[in-house]
């Protein structure tokens, strides 16, 4: 009896420490385990500091991948800005009917350092998933990108 | 009782398994094939949905915020559709996206036009895609990983089908031989 009530304090003190964010929807890869959301504007004010470190964050989607699923961007809680959401193709789909809803991602920041031949390949690959035509005569920089590599989500439904 | 005493009889139980392997893999061949087809050529299309891109000129709304449900709910009457708006984002200060079931308009109040995408998911492709992409998880890895193994039995089973001239002793083991090329063909020319 006494190791039963051990076990339930245990269970109890260890479910008040370390619950999980609440909210409804269906998840997409693993479960979201952490409890402190970060804001988006956060990361993109100052994005060497979250750099390399799993976050969790919480915006309307505002775009998807329609090719494999396998990103989204969210929009942040400052205006004008979002912030991107890939994941590894296949293991996790988000599903391009998603957009405008609300959605919960745990991830790692990551940062991609593109040279000129890269972004310029990367902004015409975003403009074939997204379905739209690529103007191959734009002027291509070499560029950082800060995003979010994703491991769960949430999705409202 | 005079006869000859059966031993085990491998082939027939070889054909019986291929036979009915066969049959049960009949569907599981369709799923994986389409969308085997449909996939493999994604840098041609999108084999998932079809997006629909058309723009609509649009009377100017002044006296609200770009991006308040107000603007959101005058753009949305002005282009006649109906349901529910999901919320609204402003790429910048004269871009706004709103977002409804399947659509996505993007209004550009420096122009006053609407770019309006919609997506229409590909009827069979979409739920071939689904299964053969494994976007379920859970139980259907388990049931792709049977239909794997099923169709190395198939494979296997078929190479003892036939006694013979028609068997793998005969021109069974020359098109088996032709098989285990391409992979390998391709792997040293592209790999």
Request: include cysteine.
């Amino acid at each position: 009896m006494k190791n039963v009530a051990l076990a339930l304090l245990v269970f109890v003190l260890a479910a008040c420490s370390s619950e999980p964010a609440v909210f409804e929807g269906t998840t997409y890869g693993q479960p979201v385990s952490l409890t402190e959301r970060t804001d988006i504007s956060a990361i993109a004010h100052n994005p060497t500091e979250y750099l390399g470190k799993d976050v969790l964050v919480e915006g309307t989607i505002v775009e998807i991948c329609t090719s494999m699923g396998c990103w989204m961007d969210i929009a942040s809680d400052r205006e004008f800005e979002k912030i991107q959401i890939k994941v590894e193709d296949g293991v996790i789909v988000f599903p391009v009917s998603a957009k405008g809803r609300q959605a919960l991602v745990e991830g790692k920041v990551e940062e991609l350092d593109q040279t000129v031949d890269q972004a310029k390949a990367h902004a015409k690959e975003m403009a074939e998933e997204k379905g739209v035509a690529f103007d191959s005569t734009a002027v291509f920089e070499s560029t950082k990108i800060y995003r979010i590599r994703g491991v769960g989500a949430v999705i409202a439904e | 009782m005079a006869g000859r005493k059966k031993g085990f009889q491998w082939r027939r139980w070889n054909n019986l398994i291929h036979r009915d392997l066969g049959y049960l893999c009949v569907g599981l061949t369709v799923v994986f094939a389409i969308s085997g087809i449909a996939v493999n050529h994604r840098a041609d299309w999108n084999p998932n949905y079809d997006i629909q891109n058309t723009i609509e000129p649009l009377e100017q709304i002044l006296d609200v915020e770009p991006g308040s449900s107000d603007f959101n709910k005058a753009v949305v009457d002005q282009l006649d559709f109906s349901g529910e708006i999901r919320g609204s984002f402003r790429q910048s200060p004269t871009e706004v996206d709103i977002f409804m079931e399947d659509i996505t308009i993007k209004v550009d109040t420096e122009n006053w036009e609407a770019a309006i995408e919609s997506i229409k998911a590909r009827p069979i492709l979409r739920e071939t895609n689904f299964l053969h992409l494994n976007e379920p998880k859970k139980w259907w890895t388990y049931m792709a990983d049977v239909y794997a193994v099923s169709l190395l039995l198939l494979a296997t089973t078929s190479m003892f089908m036939l006694k013979g001239r028609k068997g793998i002793k005969g021109r069974g083991k020359w098109l088996t031989l032709i098989g285990v090329a391409i992979p390998l063909v391709f792997l040293l020319i592209y790999f």
